[in-house]
Nanobody, 124 residues
Framework: QVQLVESGGGLVQAGGSLRLSCAAS????????MGWFRQAPGKEREFVAS????????YYADSAKGRFTISRDNAKNTVYLQMNSLKPEDTAVYYC?????????????????WGQGTQVTVSS
């Protein structure tokens, strides 16, 4: 398992920006692909973005393309999600998760590989 702690959430006006961070414990961070997910009230958790172990490739949900950027710093055991041009519909709890790729599809691992989440609220 790996312990993940998200930070950087908050309240922002529409059009604003936030940068989420997810800090991992342990020395195995670079062996995991990482992903960001979000869950809005009354909705299912949904994929936002993912990044390969080396950071060489990134993938985004259509809702995030052009506005969000996922990156990682393996020396700091941290993955980031830069969110620009935020919209009220981006309001959700954002989670990071450790996982793996099978071909070009990212799969999060199970319990014990997720952070506790950070709230992002975008006001109109």
């Amino acid at each position: 398992q790996v312990q993940l702690v998200e930070s950087g959430g908050g309240l922002v006006q529409a059009g604003g920006s936030l940068r989420l961070s997810c800090a991992a414990s342990g020395r195995t961070f670079s062996t995991y692909a990482m992903g960001w997910f979000r869950q809005a009230p009354g909705k299912e958790r949904e994929f936002v973005a993912s990044i390969r172990r080396s950071g060489s490739s990134t993938y985004y949900a259509d809702s995030a393309k052009g506005r969000f950027t996922i990156s990682r710093d393996n020396a700091k055991n941290t993955v980031y999600l830069q969110m620009n041009s935020l919209k009220p519909e981006d309001t959700a709890v954002y989670y990071c998760a450790a996982g793996y790729y099978r071909e070009s599809t990212y799969y999060p691992l199970g319990d014990g590989y997720w952070g506790q989440g950070t709230q992002v609220t975008v006001s109109s």
